[in-house]
């Protein structure tokens, strides 16, 4: 119950924040993240119509995933090497493609599932070490040599802003993000659309909408704290 409820608010909230940017509401994609919540409250979600869902732990969403068949599930978090082959049969987006390294073992593990699988590049947009994500020299690299990993689309870019109460600060960082999938976008290839920006979260969501984010991973406004 209280799910749906705060669901319903927070897609009130979505359409405004776009209505208020002059976009389209249907362009903004909620990605409701079910980290640390159980089935129970994924499944009322999924009742209210939610579809897309975010987990940040390879091992959480393996355990969520056989109960949930019909949920399409985001990769949000630091994913490691060795943990890609359990998601590749069945992830719908990884948002959080932060090396070279990691793409060419996603690529690998794709192609052993004959899948070509959707990725977001993420990029490191705050200047907190702590948050991943590669630069963007690293990104126009990937997009410019993505014949090397023939089973990966590149759909966007992924990034988070600081975590400050500065939301001129927020603004800029998630400008920085719009800007860099602009630049790009110049390269023209089938398996390059950056036409995502993964960006926004809960506290932050309504200035990320404002600066052209397709994509809010939204967490404890629909599911409460954790
Ligand atoms: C947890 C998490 C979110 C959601 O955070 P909330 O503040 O709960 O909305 C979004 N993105 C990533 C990468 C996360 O790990």
Known sequence: MAVAIHLAEV??????????AGRDPESVRLV???????VDMIREALEAG????????????QAKYPELPEVRWHLIGTLQTN???????YVHLIHSVDSTRLLAEIDRQAGKVGRTLDCLLQLHISDEATKSG????????????????????IRGLMGMAALTDDRALIRQQFRSLRIAS???????????????????M?????????????????????????
């Open 11 to 20: 897609r009130t909230r979505i359409r405004q924040a776009a209505i208020h």
């Open 134 to 153: 590669m630069d963007e020299t690293e990104a126009a690299q990937i997009v410019e040599q993505i014949d090397l990993y023939p089973h990966i689309r």
């Open 83 to 89: 943990k890609v082959k359990y998601i590749a049969p």
């Open 50 to 61: 939610q579809t897309d869902f975010g987990e940040n732990r390879v091992q959480e969403m």
């Open 202 to 226: 809960s506290g932050d969501f309504d200035i990320a909408i404002e600066e052209g984010a397709t994509l809010v991973r939204i967490g404890s406004a629909v599911f409460g704290g954790r």
């Open 32 to 38: 409701a993240v079910s980290k640390t919540k159980p």
């Open 182 to 200: 602009g630049v790009l976008s110049a390269v023209s290839h089938p398996r390059v659309e950056m036409q995502e920006l993964s960006m926004g």
